[in-house]
């Protein structure tokens, strides 16, 4: 298993790295759109950068930036309006999207290697895994046969 996730892992470098070059974000950009779109509410952006770990001035720059690009929505909260609550918009959420796609370029890849035998064992390898992980099978594509 772990040779299989070090060449996806490596397979997807190159892909992943260019998405993130033609995204022109910082990292810290990056960190707070994914951990949004991974928590999937809106947050407060000292909730935010204490989560990732960055100081809240850095947050509030990176903050600033996403929200001129359009890619968050901010609001003064209602009961405290010191407090900034930051949520993902449609342009933020496909960010994330782009880089798991970038990063699925490699399975894709492997998949359409495999023949018919080898496709046949993974695939029942791995619904014997998603039959007892609903956490892991959220995340199955909604079009059957995205990888294939």
């Known amino acids: 298993m772990a040779a299989?996730?070090?060449?996806?892992?490596?397979?997807?470098?190159v892909g992943t790295f260019n998405a993130i070059a033609e995204l022109d974000l910082s990292f810290t950009q990056i960190k707070a759109l994914c951990a949004m779109e991974c928590e999937g509410d809106e947050r407060s952006v000292k909730a935010l950068a204490e989560s990732l770990g960055v100081s809240l001035a850095a947050m509030s720059r990176a903050v600033d930036g996403l929200?001129?690009?359009?890619?968050?929505?901010?609001?003064e909260d209602r009961v405290d309006r010191r407090v900034k609550r930051v949520r993902l918009t449609d342009?933020?959420?496909a960010v994330p999207q782009a880089l798991n796609a970038a990063r699925l370029s490699a399975l894709?890849?492997?998949?359409?290697?495999?023949d018919d035998e080898q496709a046949?064992?993974?695939?029942h390898a791995l619904s014997l895994i998603l039959e007892r992980r609903a956490d892991i099978a959220a995340y199955r594509p909604t079009n059957k046969g995205a990888l294939r």
């Not at 299989?4 to 470098?13: F, G, Q, V």
């Not at 001129?68 to 901010?74: C, I, K, N, P, S």
């Not at 894709?108 to 495999?114: A, H, P």
């Open 4 to 13: 299989l996730a070090s060449y996806l892992m490596r397979s997807a470098n």
């Open 67 to 75: 929200f001129e690009r359009g890619l968050v929505g901010r609001e």
């Open 91 to 93: 342009a933020g959420r």
């Open 108 to 114: 894709q890849e492997l998949v359409g290697s495999l």
């Open 120 to 123: 046949q064992a993974l695939e």
